[in-house]
Every structure is written in structure tokens, then in C-alpha cells.
């Protein structure tokens, strides 16, 4: 098989695209400033890639045919503002400047669902459900503005270079342990999320288990030579993280969507993954119902 790269290694999806590429027979190369990637790495090494010198040693060092770009600050106003626009376009700048210059062969960098705006203070409702990829990006704070830019980097360097590339919005991520009763990347943990739809509505109630959002990366990235450059997908379960149908829920917590949610039935979520499966033949295996009951032996619903 083939020399994979993968940045944020030891982030909460980065240890799911590990585990699942060395599954399937990669040799991963690991990248993170944080202790934590998982002993599947072929190697795992430390390395600021905000810095260009880095960025490009690491890539010369290792010469990988494909690199998974997960590396950021990954959860909004967590930094000063500045901070996190800085850390996040740059990390995007230098890892594909450096994997074209480099001759590396595909890239999939990991962008996220807040790109389309839900939360903004200022009031914010979609322009239809459920929401897809040509949805508009309405972005209102630094971390779901340097992911924009995220994209956009990757799509001028797609169109510059023959590196084939691409670019992946995984919903939130929920990795094994967070099952278990960890807390999430908000700080509550997941049945919290369920009793209160108030946690979860901001976000229309989207997620992913970290192990399914990795197995759509590694076939992305297997994809990348069939697909026009530059595509950009989202990842997302089947169902929405609540335990009310969305058309019930969604108008409770974000006025304006009533005309919108009318027309998702059942358990469906907001978030189409309907491109993923079509160009991909990915669809998500895991929800919250079963996996909630597996790790602690209560009815997820």
C-alpha cells in the first residue's frame, strides 16, 4: 500500500484516520505537536507546520503519496480570534503549497459543517433543508472563516498543480470513548447533548462517529485520481443527534426553519451526505442509538 501523512494525528479524528489507514495496510506517518497518536503510526513526530520550513521538511523528509490535513484548533473562541484565523490558514497554506512543490499525490484537507454560518449571534436560518455542499458559506467568527479559507486554498492549489485534492466537512465528531461518557469537544457529554436540545439545536443537531468520518477520508483519498479536483464533501450520520424528529425540534431552537424542517421525516438529519455516497459509495454505518447502547447498556433512545 501507500505512505500516508496525516496531520493531527492525536486529535479526536485524527486517531480514527490513523487506526483506519493502518488497517488498511498504509504506512502512516503521524504529525502532531500533542502526545496521543496511536501506536499504528508507522512513525509519529512532532512538528509546527505553521511554520514553512517545517511544513516543507516534513513533506521532504517523508515523501507521502497522499496527506490527510486534520491539524488546527479545532473548537471556536477556544484562542483569541487572531490566533485561531492565523494557526488555521497557515497550517492550510503550508501543507499544500508544500505537498504540490513536493509531488504528492493527493491531499484531503478537513474543513467543517460551521462554514454555512448556524449560530451566528446576529440570528442565522438555512436556505434549505436538508443542507448539501452547494448550501452558501455565511461565515461569522475566525474558526469557521479560516475554514473557508481552508477550502479555498486547496481549490487554488488544486487548479495550479496536479496534486489531486479535496476537501471534507465532518460533523461533530464523536470518537469511542466520548460514547462511553467522555465529554465532546463542547464539554458536555453525549446523553447531555440528547436530554438537552438546546446544546445541539445551534448546530441543527449534526454529527458523526470519529470512525466513519475516517473511513470516508481513506476513500476519498483512495478517489482523489476519478474525481473532478477540488471537490468538497460533507460527513455525517444518517440520523440527527436528538431524540425528537428535526421537524418537530428545529423551529424550537432556530426560528425561520419551520418551511424547511417540515420536509425531513423521521429521524432524518439536516445534513445531506448524499454526494459522499454517490461519488464515494460511502455511507455511515454507525448512530447514536446503537452506540450509546453498546457502551453503556441503556436504550439510546
Same mark, same amino acid.
Given at each position: ?7 493531527g494525528?492525536?486529535?479526536?479524528l485524527?486517531?480514527s484516520?490513523?487506526s483506519?489507514l ?5 504506512e ?7 502526545? +496521543? ?9 512532532? $512538528? ?7 511544513? /516543507?521538511?516534513?513533506?521532504a523528509? /517523508? ?12 473548537t471556536p473562541?477556544? %484562542?483569541?480570534e487572531?490566533v485561531? &484565523?492565523?494557526?488555521?490558514t ?12 513536493l509531488?504528492? !499525490? +493527493?491531499v484531503?484537507?478537513a474543513?467543517?459543517?460551521?462554514v454555512?454560518?448556524y449560530?451566528?449571534? +446576529?440570528?442565522?436560518?438555512?436556505? &434549505? ?13 475566525? &474558526? ?12 487554488a ?11 471534507v466537512?465532518?460533523c ?8 462511553? =461518557?467522555?465529554?465532546?469537544?463542547? +464539554?458536555?457529554?453525549? !446523553?447531555?447533548? *440528547?436530554?438537552r436540545?438546546?446544546?445541539g ?5 449534526? &454529527? ?11 476513500? *476519498? ?12 464533501? /460533507?460527513? =455525517?450520520?444518517?440520523?440527527?443527534? $436528538?431524540r425528537?424528529?428535526?421537524a418537530d425540534l ?12 417540515? =420536509? *425531513?421525516?423521521g429521524?432524518?438529519?439536516? %445534513? ?8 464515494? =459509495? ?20
Open positions: 500500500m501507500s505512505r500516508v501523512l496525516v496531520t494525528s492525536a486529535g479526536r485524527g486517531r484516520v490513523v483506519t493502518a488497517a488498511a495496510g498504509h502512516v506517518i503521524g504529525v502532531d505537536r500533542a502526545p +496521543g497518536t496511536p501506536g499504528d503510526a508507522a512513525v509519529a513526530l512532532p $512538528a509546527d507546520l505553521t511554520d514553512t520550513g517545517e511544513a /516543507f521538511e516534513v513533506m523528509r /517523508f515523501r507521502p503519496e497522499s496527506v490527510i490535513h486534520l491539524a488546527a484548533i479545532a473562541f477556544s %484562542f483569541p487572531s485561531i &484565523y492565523k494557526v488555521n497557515q497550517l492550510a497554506f503550508n501543507v499544500c503549497e508544500a505537498s504540490v512543490a509531488g504528492v !499525490r +493527493g484531503v484537507v474543513s467543517s459543517p460551521t454555512i454560518g449560530g451566528a449571534p +446576529g440570528g442565522w436560518a438555512p436556505s &434549505y433543508l436538508p443542507i448539501d455542499e452547494a448550501h452558501p458559506t455565511r461565515p461569522w467568527n475566525a &474558526y469557521n472563516l479560516s475554514k473557508v479559507v481552508a477550502e479555498e486554498t486547496m481549490k492549489f488544486a487548479v495550479a498543480g496536479t496534486t489531486r485534492m479535496a476537501a466537512r465532518p461533530f465528531v464523536i470518537p469511542p470513548e466520548e460514547w462511553a =461518557g467522555a465529554p465532546t469537544q463542547s +464539554g458536555h457529554t453525549v !446523553r447531555e447533548r *440528547l436530554d436540545p438546546e446544546l439545536g445551534v448546530s441543527l443537531f449534526n &454529527y458523526i462517529d470519529s470512525r466513519d468520518a475516517a473511513e470516508l477520508i481513506a476513500v *476519498l483519498a483512495e478517489a482523489l485520481p476519478e474525481l473532478p479536483n477540488g471537490e468538497v464533501f /460533507f460527513a =455525517g450520520a444518517a440520523d440527527a443527534l $436528538a425528537k424528529p428535526l428545529l423551529p424550537q431552537v432556530i426560528p425561520g426553519t419551520e418551511p424547511f424542517a417540515a =420536509g *425531513l421525516t429521524t432524518a438529519p439536516a %445534513f445531506s451526505t448524499a454526494k459522499a455516497q454517490r461519488l464515494l =459509495g460511502w455511507q455511515p454505518k454507525r448512530s447514536w442509538r446503537t452506540e450509546l447502547q453498546e457502551t453503556d447498556g441503556k436504550e439510546g433512545v
